[in-house]
């Protein structure tokens, strides 16, 4: 049942891009090619790693090639102007500091497509509407960009006190003296890392239909909404800015929430793909 309901998705965890990606890297890096695409034209048809079979790996990478090319000016030693640590706090390399975050970049792409085969047979709105009034969590957070927000026609609420904060702050912004939390419906707030809808308990996003279950705007929706319930924490930006240098730490995780159904039905599946990835799994619940 859970096979045949989740094929598609299944199929498309069962070859990640990730190990052709390391090849590719490893064979531009060392080898006497001046683009990726040279690289990935030469690469042979089918390729057998000790996990599954690719037949067609070339035009599985060409879906990434905007985001491979950018190696072409790494192996010319033209690094952005990044920062990056391990966990330990330790700074890494140049190159592997830059490398990583192209690695994001692919996994959040890859991703997008496999939650979004995963979530159409699924039909829960888990994502889509705030904590039950029985759950300990006070509200859920949507992180949105700015261009977003037209999306969503709701009061915003923007000052100083809210800027100098996240939603999770143990210092709680305060909305005419209560919790920003307990405002009657759902709002967007601006906080210290960008804006985000707040759903508090017992509301909905207002863009799902409570009749149907479906997405007003799925065609445009947020790319925040294109990403649950499974997605890539290879690196956590963080809030020092060290002369206009961007920070960032590696964590090298695959991030999964497990009151997803579709998460728990083929979790099995989730777990190869970062084992494959060379990603630990991390299992979380967002709401519980």
């Known amino acids: 049942m859970v096979e045949r309901r989740y094929a598609e998705g299944i199929s498309l965890l069962r070859l990640p891009v990730m190990p052709l990606v390391s090849m590719v890297q490893f064979l531009f890096m060392t080898g006497p090619f001046t683009t990726v695409a040279e690289v990935i034209d030469e690469l042979p048809e089918p390729i057998e790693t000790d996990r599954t079979v690719y037949e067609n790996p070339r035009a599985l990478l060409m879906e990434y090639s905007d985001i491979l090319s950018r190696l072409e000016q790494l192996k010319t030693g033209d690094f952005p102007a990044i920062e990056v640590v391990d966990e330990q706090n330790t700074p890494v390399d140049a190159l592997t500091a830059a490398t990583t975050l192209i690695h994001q970049q692919i996994l959040t792409r890859e991703l997008e497509r496999i939650n979004s085969v995963l979530c159409a047979p699924c039909g829960c709105t888990l994502c889509c509407v705030g904590p039950e009034k029985n759950m300990e969590q006070e509200f859920f957070e949507i992180p949105l960009a700015g261009s977003e927000l037209d999306m969503f026609a709701l009061p915003r609420y923007e000052s100083a006190e809210s800027l100098g904060r996240s939603a999770y702050d143990d210092d709680e912004l305060l909305c005419n003296g209560k919790p920003f939390y307990t405002i009657t419906g759902p709002g967007l707030f601006h906080w210290r890392r960008g804006w985000s809808l707040i759903l508090p308990k017992a509301t909905r996003c207002p863009n799902l239909d409570g009749a149907t279950g479906h997405c007003r705007v799925y065609k445009d929706r ?60 991390v299992l979380k619940e967002n709401k519980a």
């Open 222 to 281: 947020p790319q925040v909404c294109r990403r649950p319930q499974i997605f890539p924490y290879m690196v956590e930006p963080m809030d020092e800015e060290k002369e206009n240098v961007q920070s960032y730490r590696i964590r090298q995780a695959l991030l999964a929430i497990v009151d997803c159904p579709f998460v728990r039905d083929v979790r099995n599946d989730v777990a190869e793909y970062a084992a494959a990835s060379d990603l630990h799994l």
